[in-house]
Every structure is written in structure tokens, then in C-alpha cells.
């Protein structure tokens, strides 16, 4: 409002100057000024007073790369002068005339390369005279959105050594899962019931011998995101993308755990999916750093997959290798940044995994 407060009191004191030492030529310039400075203040006020500016969204959650339907819309209670714009800084044309027309609507699609919460910076309603000597502005309510991770296909096969177990291939669906599974043979003791006596091995060596159970959870592969010391952030975005893949991908093939930065213990996705949309919101909010979480309890029957942020170096290659053993006598997996090579099993999200050979981790032990 400054300019046209400034030109109406030019003209009024043009007006007064003409008015006191009577220079005529002054009347003409002070007679427009001033009712054009209080016109044009009064007219944007006016417009600006009661307008309001609503952007909406289509959902608060999308996926990395997809398109994001939005709305945006414009009301002022008298049409504002020309000259006045909409502008939606999301968009690349941003602005647009909105002169003359009490309401105003932008419908576009927009998408976000990058996982995260973003918060949207707010629209505007510039309402402003021609000349500019007025202006106003009225922003949209600030909104956020959520980014997921992107859930890209597991590519088996690279060239390496083949996949077993339940990397192997999606296998069907198991929606009755079994509580516990027989894990190996071992002496009985004296008060083991005659439920769990394996009467075939005490034929066969005179030994009472007794069935070890373990939980089905020791049994679904286990996914560990390591975000403590990224090569990049896209390194870490690419790490993510991969654990994000490989948890729905093996979830779909009977289930399997996910272990995230800073907690202690696991937690389940069944084939169902239930538990896949809490999980894939926290996973789009890990940040880099913190410590190097624990692969797991030791005794794991099951495959683990460790994906890290970072390419480990030869020592810390070793220290990984020593810990995933003591973790069990399951298939294990490291998952890294960059492009698959002759030696990877498989590739999913720009990383590539390949398979601890029990060999090497003999040695590493």
C-alpha cells in the first residue's frame, strides 16, 4: 500500500501548493493523483479483505516419481483489479492472471523425485492494482506431504551365484503360518516329555533324543537397513528404496522382518501386508547416521539381508561377515549401493546383493 499512499498525499500536496501560492499547472497533476492513489488503495483492500486461497491435494501420502492430482482455487468477494496473479510456486509456469473474476481455479499434477516429508510452500493471491501503487498478498494454508519410498522389482539372476531359499523365487502365499518348526535333534533330559522324544534317532543310536523347536519368526528372512555412515544421499535414498523392495517382495512370498535403524528388535510383515504401511512411512523418514544396528539374535535359521547406505570397507567387510555368522546358519546377503556385477545374486532399487559364501565366512569367523 505504500505507493499509493505516497501518490494520493502527492497529490494532496500539489492540491495545497496550487491552493496557497496559486500555481495553476499544479491543480491538474494534485486532481489526479489523489483520487487515484485513494481509488486504487480502496479497490485492493476491498478485493483483498475477504479472499481466500485453498489448495488441495489428492491424498497426504504418495510415492516417489508418481503424479500428485491438486486443486487450487481463489475467492475474493469483488473481482480484483487487472493486474492481480495467482501464483502456485510447485508448478513451473507459477503464476497466472486473476483479474477480474471473483474466483479463480488451477487444476495440475506435480510429483517429488525424493522420499521424505515435504512441507509445501503456500500459494499466492497477489491482488494488485495496474499502475501498481496497491498490493496485497494471501497465502494458501501451509500443507505437508508424505514421500514413500519407490517399490521397484527384485531382478534374480545377475550373472552370480544363484539365490536359495526364499530368494530363490516368490513362493505361494502361506496365510496359516506355523508357530514352531523342528529345528535339529538333541540329547533329552530326564523330565523332556515323550511329545518332543525323536524315537527314530533313539532307535538308531540307543541315545534318548529330543526334537529342538524354534519360533516361525527365527525361520522369515530379516531385512536390516544400516543408515549409519551413507556414501551420499542418494546412496542412502537408493539403500531405502532397496530394503522398501525386497520387504514387499518378500512378504508376498510368506512373510518376513524388517529391523530399522535405532530399534531393537524386529518387526513382522505378514503375506497380508497389514503392518507395510506404518513400516513404509518410517522408512521414508530415516535419516543418515546413528549406530550400526545388531544383525541379529544369535541361533537365526533364517536368511538375513543386510542393506547398508555404504560401501564397507575390507576390515569392516570382515567385522559384517564375523557378526552374520555368529547370527546363524542362514543364507546371508549384504545389499549396496551401485550397479550389479558378475558376482551379485540380485538387484533391486540401485543396489546390487550378493551372498556371503560360507567359506568366507568361515574365515571371517
Known sequence: MGR???TALLGGVLLLV?????????????????????AAAIWVSWAARGARVERRLAVTRTVEGEPVAMTLEARTPVAPPPGSELVEPLLADASRSAGGHRVQQLAA?????????????????????????ALR????????????????AVRVGRGGPAPRGPLAAPAP????????????????????????IHWPAVARTGVLMERTLVPE????????????APESPDALDSAVRAAASLCVWLARAGG???????DR???TIDATLTAWPALHARLALVDAGGSTPAPARPGRAGSILWVAAGAPGRASSRALARSLARAGAGERYVVAPGPPGSGAAFAVGGCHGRRLERSYRRSAA
Open 4 to 6: 499509493a499512499v505516497s
Open 109 to 133: 499434477e506435480m510429483s517429488f523425485p525424493r522420499r521424505g516429508r515435504v512441507r509445501l510452500e503456500p500459494a499466492l493471491l497477489r491482488v494488485r492494482d495496474p499502475l501498481g501503487l
Open 217 to 228: 519368526s527365527d525361520r522369515r528372512p530379516l531385512v536390516i537397513l544400516d543408515a549409519s
Open 256 to 262: 518376513c522382518e524388517l529391523l530399522l535403524p535405532g
Open 173 to 196: 502365499v502361506v496365510t496359516d503360518a506355523v508357530e514352531v518348526e523342528v529345528d535339529s535333534l538333541r540329547e533329552a533330559p530326564a523330565e523332556a516329555p515323550a511329545a518332543r
Open 265 to 267: 528388535r524386529p518387526a
Open 18 to 38: 496550487a491552493a496557497a501560492f496559486g500555481p495553476a499547472p499544479m491543480l491538474v497533476p494534485g486532481a489526479a493523483l489523489l483520487p487515484l492513489g485513494v
Open 137 to 152: 498478498e494471501v497465502r494458501s494454508p501451509a500443507l505437508e506431504l508424505l514421500v514413500l519410498p519407490r517399490i521397484e
